[in-house]
């Protein structure tokens, strides 16, 4: 982040506030809504962002690849004065759809007045050309209700009615504590705000440790929407945020019943495939997301292992069942 840039992010405690969406226009049938159709957006991501991570994640699980397009960006963050992505993965260095090299292209495409980060995931309608939204704490949930039409065949209810006003009690705590929490753990600005924010997030996992020692999921035995939000922070925590973001009390392969967890989630389809090791620490260790402003030379670490990711978890014994779980509720 540039100076000023830190500066809007940042309460006068040195507490980290993490900037606004811009584009919040939900998707549906009603007037002034987004469109459901298939072909007309594009997705646009990076593996490193655990935001980004959790809308993959479902338009893996739903079946949705065929119907939403996927662009990726480069874990590193280009040098430029401000904080953008970069294309520079795919072939010439700009998106094969829409052409843009850099994020910020399309933001600025749809609003030239706009002075935040560009930030991912962001649904671009293909069509006119325009981010249209960006609203990474919604768009799980508009994939799992409003684009039902195109799910497929046997795809798990990720969101059911009968519990969402506790899916999203419970999204509001993953979202401040754990997965904002790391971040307000590494972007903190003093030792205050750093320790309270370290003490809320141990607090919140010790809660987790104890609530999955009794259940295979958060929500019993099947996972739900809150499952893939706890997932995204809790892969990327060893190797990156335990010592890039000093969350580092406890590593995540130090609670048992965590650890079982997230590699139960890791060996499901749409979870592990979906995860880069390789581009998460990349971005965490060597980018310029946190002092883009220090030019010595990034390091990036050999370690940890990783081999145990794919080692049996187990958690099936929890529940006492041993069957497959990303099925379709009735």
Same mark, same amino acid.
């Given at each position: 982040?540039?100076?000023?840039?830190?500066?809007?992010?940042?309460?006068?405690?040195?507490?980290?506030?993490?900037?606004?969406?811009?584009?919040?226009?939900?998707?549906?049938?009603?007037?002034? @809504?987004?469109?459901? +159709?298939?072909?007309?957006?594009?997705?646009? %991501?990076?593996?490193?962002? &655990?935001?980004?991570?959790? #809308?993959?994640?479902?338009?893996?699980?739903?079946?949705?690849?065929?119907?939403?397009?996927?662009?990726?960006?480069?874990?590193?963050?280009?040098?430029?004065?401000?904080?953008? %992505? @970069?294309? #520079?993965?795919?072939?010439?260095?700009?998106?094969?759809? =829409?052409?843009?090299?850099?994020?910020? *292209? $399309?933001?600025?495409?749809?609003?030239?007045?706009?002075?935040?980060?560009?930030?991912? &995931?962001?649904?671009?309608?293909?069509?006119?050309?325009?981010?249209?939204?960006?609203?990474?704490?919604? =768009?799980?949930? /508009?994939?799992?209700?409003? %684009? @039902?039409?195109?799910?497929?065949?046997?795809?798990?209810?990720? /969101?059911?009615?009968?519990?969402?006003?506790? $899916?999203? !009690?419970?999204?509001?705590?993953?979202?401040? +504590?754990?997965?904002?929490?790391?971040?307000?753990?590494?972007? !903190?600005?003093?030792?205050?705000?750093?320790?309270?924010?370290?003490?809320?997030?141990?607090?919140?996992?010790?809660?987790?440790?104890?609530?999955?020692?009794?259940?295979?999921?958060?929500?019993?035995?099947?996972?739900?929407?809150?499952?893939?939000?706890?997932?995204?922070? =809790?892969?990327?925590?060893?190797? !990156?945020?335990?010592?890039?973001?000093?969350?580092?009390?406890?590593? $995540?392969?130090?609670?048992?019943?965590?650890?079982?967890?997230?590699?139960? =989630?890791?060996?499901?389809?749409?979870?592990?495939?979906?995860?880069?090791?390789? !581009? $998460?620490?990349?971005?965490?260790?060597?980018?310029?997301?946190?002092?883009?402003?220090?030019?010595?030379?990034?390091?990036?670490?050999?370690?940890?292992?990783?081999?145990?990711?794919?080692?049996?978890?187990?958690?099936?014994?929890?529940?006492?069942?041993? *069957?497959?779980?990303?099925?379709?509720?009735?």
């Amino acid at each position: 982040m540039t100076q000023n840039e830190q500066t809007k992010e940042h309460s006068n405690d040195g507490s980290f506030k993490r900037q606004t969406n811009r584009f919040i226009t939900p998707f549906g049938d009603n007037p002034g @809504e987004l469109p459901i +159709e298939a072909g007309r957006y594009r997705l646009l %991501w990076s593996q490193a962002c &655990p935001w980004a991570h959790r #809308s993959v994640i479902v338009r893996s699980v739903l079946g949705l690849e065929n119907v939403i397009s996927l662009g990726t960006a480069s874990p590193i963050r280009p040098h430029l004065p401000h904080v953008d %992505w @970069e294309f #520079s993965l795919d072939e010439k260095g700009v998106d094969p759809v =829409l052409g843009i090299r850099y994020m910020s *292209e $399309i933001y600025k495409k749809t609003d030239p007045k706009y002075s935040g980060r560009p930030t991912v &995931p962001l649904f671009v309608d293909v069509q006119k050309f325009e981010a249209v939204n960006n609203d990474y704490f919604k =768009l799980t949930n /508009y994939l799992e209700t409003t %684009w @039902e039409p195109f799910h497929g065949e046997n795809a798990p209810v990720l /969101y059911p009615e009968s519990l969402r006003n506790q $899916i999203d !009690a419970l999204n509001d705590v993953i979202f401040h +504590e754990v997965n904002n929490g790391v971040y307000k753990c590494g972007f !903190a600005k003093s030792q205050e705000a750093y320790k309270s924010a370290f003490d809320t997030l141990f607090a919140r996992l010790d809660k987790f440790e104890e609530h999955l020692s009794k259940q295979r999921f958060l929500f019993g035995d099947f996972i739900t929407d809150s499952d893939v939000r706890l997932y995204v922070t =809790l892969v990327r925590f060893d190797v !990156a945020y335990y010592n890039g973001f000093n969350a580092n009390r406890n590593l $995540i392969s130090e609670f048992p019943n965590l650890w079982g967890y997230v590699r139960d =989630l890791y060996q499901t389809p749409g979870f592990g495939d979906t995860t880069d090791f390789d !581009a $998460i620490k990349k971005h965490y260790h060597t980018s310029i997301t946190i002092d883009p402003d220090n030019t010595s030379v990034k390091i990036l670490p050999k370690g940890p292992d990783l081999s145990g990711w794919t080692k049996e978890h187990n958690r099936q014994l929890v529940s006492g069942k041993d *069957e497959k779980y990303l099925r379709k509720l009735v």
